[in-house]
Nanobody
Framework: QVQLVESGGGLVQAGGSLRLSCAAS????????MGWFRQAPGKEREFVTV????????YYADSVKGRFTISRDNAKNTVYLQMNSLKPEDTAVYYC???????????????????WGQGTQVTVSS
């Protein structure tokens, strides 16, 4: 069982930056593929990015490529999402996710993840 707790959300102006953190419980954190999804009001939950167990392989949605960076620190059981050049369309609730199986890499579907955090709100003003 893994519990995920996100932090770092908030209100930022367009062009600004935020860094989200996701702290995971449990000793087996390094075995999990970790990722981020987001959901804007009235829209479906969408894939943002994913990182493999070592942190050496990542994948991004086209909408955030070049602006967002995912990373992980297995010693701290934490995954990060650095978000730069934020746009109003990035406004959403951001969810940290964990998957035990990376067979279907890059795991862009919600059903491919086993654990979800409660979400953190990111609001980008224009």
């Amino acid at each position: 069982q893994v519990q995920l707790v996100e932090s770092g959300g908030g209100l930022v102006q367009a062009g600004g930056s935020l860094r989200l953190s996701c702290a995971a419980s449990g000793r087996t954190f390094r075995r999990y593929v970790m990722g981020w999804f987001r959901q804007a009001p009235g829209k479906e939950r969408e894939f943002v990015t994913v990182v493999n167990w070592s942190g050496g392989v990542t994948y991004y949605a086209d909408s955030v490529k070049g602006r967002f960076t995912i990373s992980r620190d297995n010693a701290k059981n934490t995954v990060y999402l650095q978000m730069n050049s934020l746009k109003p369309e990035d406004t959403a609730v951001y969810y940290c996710v964990a998957a035990q199986n990376e067979v279907n890499w890059p795991l862009r579907k919600t059903y491919e993840y086993d654990y979800w955090g409660q979400g953190t709100q990111v609001t980008v003003s224009s």
